[in-house]
């Protein structure tokens, strides 16, 4: 009579072998192991009108004021500057890292024309608060039509 032997390390390795097979398979689909971020981030801005300003509320949290530009040309706002890396004294292992840092610009187009010499602008909690009071509209004046003989 014949004796089988048989040998569960051959069924766990065939099971790797098609696994490996189904990876190479997906490998094409899966996402990238590693993402490059840009060399610019954007930080997240709310900006509502009233009746007499138009307010930018920009989230900077982590951000010194002092690396914070202002840029007003016409109606185009750009608020640019830099999140700094915080030095670490000790090993750290990361499980999420999503707190973006380097440099940050955003521009807007504002909704109305500003007045640039009365905009105010101050830094609370985190977030920076631009107010920009709008351009007073001059009263329309109409010119009648004239035909000179």
């Given at each position: 009579m014949a004796?089988?032997y048989?040998?569960?390390s051959?069924?766990?390795y ?5 696994m ?5 398979y ?7 192991i590693?993402h ?8 997240a ?10 307010v930018?509320l ?9 690396e ?6 016409g ?7 830099v ?6 004294h ?9 707190i ?14 500003v007045?640039?010499s009365?905009?105010v602008s101050?830094m ?17 004046v ?5 035909t000179?003989?």
């Amino acid at each position: 009579m014949a004796e089988f032997y048989y040998s569960r390390s051959a069924e766990v390795y065939d099971v790797q072998q098609e696994m490996k097979k189904l990876l190479e398979y997906m490998g094409g689909a899966k996402p990238p192991i590693a993402h490059f971020a840009p060399s610019m981030w954007e930080p997240a801005v709310d900006v509502y009108e009233t009746e007499d300003e138009i307010v930018a509320l920009v989230e900077l949290a982590g951000v010194n004021p002092s690396e914070v530009r202002i840029i007003l040309d016409g109606r185009m706002l750009t608020i640019r500057g830099v999140r700094e890396e915080r030095a670490h004294h000790s090993r750290r292992i990361y499980h999420y890292m999503e707190i973006r840092k380097g440099l940050f610009e955003r521009n807007l187009l504002l909704p109305a024309p500003v007045d640039e010499s009365r905009s105010v602008s101050s830094m609370e909690d985190g977030c920076l608060k631009i107010i920009l009071p709008k351009v007073k509209h001059e009263q329309v004046v109409h010119i009648e039509w004239r035909t000179s003989i």
